[in-house]
């Protein structure tokens, strides 16, 4: 183990507004975000770290996906929230991420050096990789989506948050049963909608043996806590207003599967579908945005992209895809402007580096656009975007060919 408590806290602090912000955001629910992180609070003071600085949030990209950074900040996308029936499946699910954080398996891969390169130059392999579909959009807007800063944890690591996420919840009060009720519900939707859980299985290991070993716990070592009420009707309540908006949630899925895949018409018919339950989704609102500009259609991107920024004023994402849909306009100036808005608000992409270059050049100032693809190169000496801004360089005589 080569890096220290403070190192971990650092990295979390560091890059958590960005990995939220790739994903859309914390949902603007705040009755459900309260109730979230209330019961992750609850449970942080029984864990073998309580002194940490855990928070919890959901966030509103769709997947069915959950995850933490290194120093336990939680995030649970909207698809999880959906998948789940009851309070203790909640408790199940937040109890395994803060397992893995009192286990310290982000901080043993990063020490492996299996993730640190990553971290460093602003993690840029998990969307160019597995979302070759949005092009140089993902590129712009750092291409940090959901668990490329996080571990791809081995099915050791998934048995060990599986015992301590179990025996947190328990401890703080809540019915075992819920552990094996999640798993189930996973096995569910990989029977039902595979794709859907497609990230979740990739970043967490899912397999028999894990739910076997789960169900044993509560009829062993937490039989005394099994019959403790789920608190399913309560879950209900607080979920309530997600779950009226759940077919645009389930229409978000499926469209960023196609977006992925290339296939930008049919995932603009389930964002439309997804937009007309939810015409001020904010999330809904930038993969729309995103399919247009994958069409190459940047004035249609812009309308939707500044609709989201409007509904929520206070996320950063919006700025960086209205500024690349007025780059690609060729309305330089207001995309500049844009860039500079999100580097204001959420310092440390490098990516903005790249663009806000990109406009400088757009507007004739080359002076200025060498500046910020130095800067940018400096940040990341490699890769596509790195090589045209060499050459950019070279062109103009600021390095040589």
Same mark, same amino acid.
């Given at each position: 183990?080569?890096?220290?408590?403070?190192?971990?806290?650092?990295?979390?602090?560091?890059?958590?507004?960005?990995?939220?912000?790739?994903?859309?955001?914390?949902?603007?629910?705040?009755?459900?975000?309260?109730?979230?992180?209330?019961?992750?609070?609850?449970?942080?003071?029984?864990?073998?770290?309580?002194?940490?600085?855990?928070?919890?949030?959901? $966030?509103?990209?769709?997947?069915?996906?959950?995850?933490?950074?290194?120093?336990?900040?939680?995030?649970?996308?909207?698809?999880?929230?959906?998948?789940?029936?009851?309070?203790?499946?909640?408790?199940?699910?937040?109890?395994?991420?803060?397992?893995?954080?009192?286990?310290?398996?982000?901080?043993?891969?990063?020490?492996?050096?299996?993730?640190?390169?990553a971290m460093v130059?602003?993690?840029?392999?998990?969307?160019?990789?597995?979302?070759?579909?949005?092009?140089?959009?993902?590129?712009?807007?750092?291409? $940090?989506?959901?668990?490329?800063?996080?571990?791809?944890?081995?099915?050791?690591?998934?048995?060990?948050?599986?015992?301590?996420?179990?025996e947190y919840m328990?401890?703080?009060?809540?019915?075992?049963?819920?552990?094996?009720?999640?798993?189930?519900?996973?096995?569910?939707?990989?029977?039902?909608?595979?794709?859907?859980?497609?990230?979740?299985?990739?970043?967490?290991?899912?397999?028999?043996?894990?739910?076997?070993?789960?169900?044993?716990?509560?009829?062993?070592?937490?039989?005394?806590?099994?019959?403790?009420?789920?608190?399913?009707?309560?879950?209900?309540?607080?979920?309530?207003?997600?779950?009226?908006?759940?077919?645009?949630?389930?229409?978000?899925?499926?469209?960023?599967?196609?977006?992925?895949?290339?296939?930008?018409?049919?995932?603009?018919?389930?964002?439309?579908?997804?937009?007309?339950?939810?015409?001020?989704?904010?999330?809904?609102?930038?993969?729309?945005?995103?399919?247009?500009?994958?069409?190459?259609?940047?004035?249609?991107?812009?309308?939707?992209?500044?609709?989201a920024s409007r509904?929520?004023?206070?996320?950063?994402?919006?700025?960086?895809?209205?500024?690349?849909?007025?780059?690609?306009?060729?309305?330089?100036?207001?995309?500049?402007?844009?860039?500079?808005?999100?580097?204001?608000?959420?310092?440390?992409?490098?990516?903005?580096?790249?663009?806000?270059?990109?406009?400088?050049?757009?507007?004739?100032?080359?002076?200025?656009?060498?500046?910020?693809?130095?800067?940018?190169?400096?940040?990341?000496?490699?890769?596509?975007?790195?090589?045209?801004?060499?050459?950019?360089?070279?062109?103009?005589?600021?390095?040589?060919?």
């Amino acid at each position: 183990m080569l890096m220290s408590e403070g190192e971990e806290v650092a990295l979390d602090r560091k890059w958590a507004p960005h990995q939220f912000s790739a994903d859309y955001g914390a949902s603007q629910d705040g009755g459900l975000n309260a109730y979230v992180a209330g019961v992750g609070a609850a449970m942080a003071d029984f864990t073998h770290r309580p002194a940490m600085p855990y928070s919890f949030r959901v $966030i509103n990209t769709p997947v069915v996906n959950g995850y933490t950074m290194p120093a336990g900040s939680v995030a649970l996308g909207r698809g999880l929230i959906l998948a789940m029936s009851d309070e203790a499946e909640l408790a199940a699910v937040l109890g395994h991420e803060m397992g893995h954080v009192n286990a310290r398996h982000a901080a043993e891969r990063m020490s492996k050096n299996i993730l640190m390169m990553a971290m460093v130059s602003g993690v840029a392999a998990y969307v160019e990789n597995e979302r070759e579909g949005y092009g140089d959009l993902a590129a712009g807007l750092g291409a $940090i989506g959901a668990g490329a800063l996080l571990a791809r944890y081995s099915r050791e690591d998934e048995r060990e948050a599986d015992a301590l996420g179990m025996e947190y919840m328990t401890r703080a009060g809540h019915n075992p049963q819920g552990m094996v009720g999640l798993m189930d519900a996973f096995r569910g939707l990989e029977k039902e909608r595979p794709g859907a859980v497609a990230l979740l299985f990739a970043t967490h290991p899912m397999s028999d043996e894990r739910y076997r070993t789960a169900a044993q716990r509560v009829q062993t070592t937490y039989a005394a806590a099994a019959q403790r009420d789920l608190h399913r009707q309560r879950y209900m309540d607080r979920t309530a207003g997600l779950r009226a908006i759940s077919s645009a949630i389930e229409q978000m899925q499926k469209g960023e599967a196609a977006l992925a895949c290339g296939k930008c018409d049919e995932a603009g018919g389930h964002f439309d579908a997804a937009l007309r339950t939810a015409p001020d989704d904010y999330a809904a609102l930038l993969l729309m945005a995103k399919c247009r500009l994958a069409q190459n259609r940047p004035g249609d991107a812009l309308r939707y992209a500044e609709h989201a920024s409007r509904v929520y004023p206070d996320e950063p994402q919006a700025d960086h895809v209205v500024g690349i849909c007025k780059e690609r306009l060729r309305r330089y100036d207001g995309a500049l402007q844009s860039f500079n808005r999100y580097e204001q608000r959420l310092p440390g992409n490098s990516r903005t580096l790249f663009f806000r270059a990109r406009c400088l050049e757009g507007m004739g100032s080359r002076r200025a656009a060498a500046v910020e693809y130095q800067r940018y190169m400096a940040r990341e000496p490699a890769g596509d975007l790195a090589d045209y801004a060499a050459r950019r360089l070279a062109e103009w005589g600021y390095a040589k060919p």
